[in-house]
């Protein structure tokens, strides 16, 4: 293998950094709203006239938002252009996913879903400037010692081989089937 081959490997992500509004709103729309611990904040060192304020998105990584008190949230869409974010999603337990629609409408705030997508259920709303939040959960946990993303490979893999459109219950169900026959082991054959 030469050094033009090699891959560089990721190890999952290390942070998201976002553009956001002034301090007290991005605290209020990260913690307040989603219940992003407020980690700690520092100046944006590359750029003096910015805060950059840090959250725990549940898992121990981060997401950062650079701050500026001159901006302040209009209600627009952020551009979908190419090269642009186009959403980011964030995990949720079930039992939290169930009470989403009625503490998003007790804010005032607007969204659109539950939208069931096989695999996942999620709603759709904006943060304060426009970028599109998806808060997804699960329809299945992964067997012990294995990710999701394994059982997302082994039912794209079922899927496909069945011709069916998209991922559902049944690709993930005959995955994690699969997944636990790989990896757990049995004296018995049946």
Known sequence: MTD??????????????????????????????????????????DNPDEGHLYFDPGDGRLITIFTNEGRKPEGRAVPQVPGAVHHIAFNLSKAVFSQVEKRLKARGVAYTGPKDRGFMDSIYFRDPLGLVIELACYRFEPPEGCRHADVMIEAHRIR??????????????????????RTQQSLSRS
């Open 160 to 181: 496909v081989e069945r011709g069916d459109h998209h991922i559902d219950q049944e690709h993930l169900a005959d995955a994690i089937e699969l997944l636990v026959e």
């Open 4 to 45: 033009a081959t090699r891959k560089i490997q990721a190890q999952g992500v290390h942070h998201i950094t976002l553009i956001g509004a002034d301090r007290q709103t991005s605290i209020d729309f990260w913690e307040g709203l989603l219940g992003m611990p407020f980690i700690f904040d520092q100046p944006n060192l």
